[in-house]
């Protein structure tokens, strides 16, 4: 009855240090980004245009976190950072290596296909 109640306790030991383990690796920190009406200067502002309906279109963002538009037909034009700092993610790859300071007004050339993004990410 020992070498039962010693493999039990080991095995309930054991099956909960994994559990923690694979819950510490695959937990992310949650992130209460959202868009915002366009407005205060503070918030991340984004000019994007698409292929299939024109544009430009400005998004506000607000909160840390990171936005997915993968699978939008989109270019980037303009980034205003306002109190953020951000990366775009393009071409493979988080843009620029440093994320852009505060108060930064990007303006990238107008044209289909221009600066691709699929992500951004305000940190």
Excluded at 26 to 52: K, Q, Y
Excluded at 58 to 76: E, H, I, P, Q, R
Excluded at 86 to 110: C, L
């Amino acid at each position: 009855m020992r070498n039962i109640a010693k493999r039990a306790a080991l095995a309930a030991t054991t099956t909960l240090a994994l559990t923690a383990s694979m819950t510490a690796v695959t937990a992310t920190e949650a992130f209460a980004i959202n868009t915002v009406p366009c407005g205060p200067s503070e918030f991340l502002r984004i000019t994007v245009h698409t292929t299939d309906s024109g544009g430009p279109y400005d998004w506000c963002v607000a909160n840390a976190g990171t936005w997915d538009m993968s699978g939008a037909n989109m270019w980037l034009h303009r980034i205003s950072t306002g109190n953020n700092r951000v990366q775009w993610y393009g071409d493979g790859r988080w843009q620029p290596d440093t994320p852009i300071a505060k108060n930064t007004v990007y303006t990238f050339s107008n044209h289909p296909g221009g600066v691709r993004m699929d992500k951004f990410r305000i940190l």
